[in-house]
């Protein structure tokens, strides 16, 4: 079964714009992490924002920020203002059942690519 | 510094060579993890670290080995690879005194086999 689901595999938005990308999960662990990445066409995996399952207050970073709904099980990236530089593959990912000691599995949506217009 | 260096960027390699990718990390993190991204698709996790330990093989063939001498650097060894294998090679770290933490990746090693 899919962990995380992405629905959009490509969204425009223009610049100075907000946008909304979606993401749903499923896990029957209370604790789990819930993460979105940047990918630009150089590769690198950028951390953009992180959420726990107990924490109470939607996170944001900047300009992103996370809307969690965990009843629904998502747990969406709004970018506000966006600029061209936005423009990258964005993926939700999510881990759950850390035991102390033992690192646990970072599992990825499959993505989002987002690009900004003039 | 959240940094972390993978070496080399670009590595191109025959179906009998024998290479290694090298992944470093200076946040005192005591998790370290492989990934392998084909284009277009999200990463797959192939290997896991905790304290210098493997803790996790997502059944990876034989021909990948990794490697953490230290806690500060993972390798991943290379050999009798597959035109198939040709992918972007991504490794990350992460805390594990922290539930659930994020996960830092480097820029990544390009592989081609040819």
């Known amino acids: 079964a899919q962990k995380i689901t992405q629905t959009q595999p490509g969204m425009f938005v223009q610049e100075k714009e907000a946008v909304t990308l979606d993401c749903t999960y499923d896990?029957?662990?209370?604790?789990?992490?819930l993460f979105w990445y940047k990918q630009p066409s150089s590769g690198e995996m950028i951390f953009l924002i992180y959420q726990g399952s107990y924490d109470e207050q939607n996170a944001t970073e900047g300009r992103y920020s996370l809307n969690f709904q965990k009843a629904r099980k998502s747990a969406n990236l709004v970018i506000s203002a966006s600029q061209l530089g936005d423009s990258a593959m964005y993926f939700c990912a999510m881990r759950e059942g850390s035991l102390t000691g033992t690192a646990s599995k970072l599992t990825f949506g499959t993505g989002t690519r987002l690009q900004v217009m003039l | 510094d959240t940094e972390v260096t993978q070496t080399p960027k670009h590595l191109v390699m025959g179906m009998t060579n024998k290479k290694s990718l090298k992944c470093e990390q200076h946040?005192?993190?005591?998790?370290m993890y492989w990934y392998k991204q084909k284009a277009k698709k999200p990463p797959e996790l192939m290997f896991v670290?905790?304290?210098?330990?493997?803790?996790i093989n997502e059944s990876v063939p034989s021909r990948f080995s990794p490697e953490c001498p230290n806690s500060s650097l993972l390798n991943l060894h290379l050999h009798a690879l597959q035109p198939e294998d040709s992918a972007l090679y991504l490794c990350a770290s992460s805390q594990l005194d922290r539930p659930n933490t994020e996960a830092f990746f480097g820029q990544g090693t390009r592989l081609t086999v040819v």
């Open positions: 946040m005192g993190h005591r998790a």
């Open positions: 896990t029957s662990d209370q604790s789990y992490g």
């Open positions: 670290y905790s304290y210098e330990k493997l803790s």
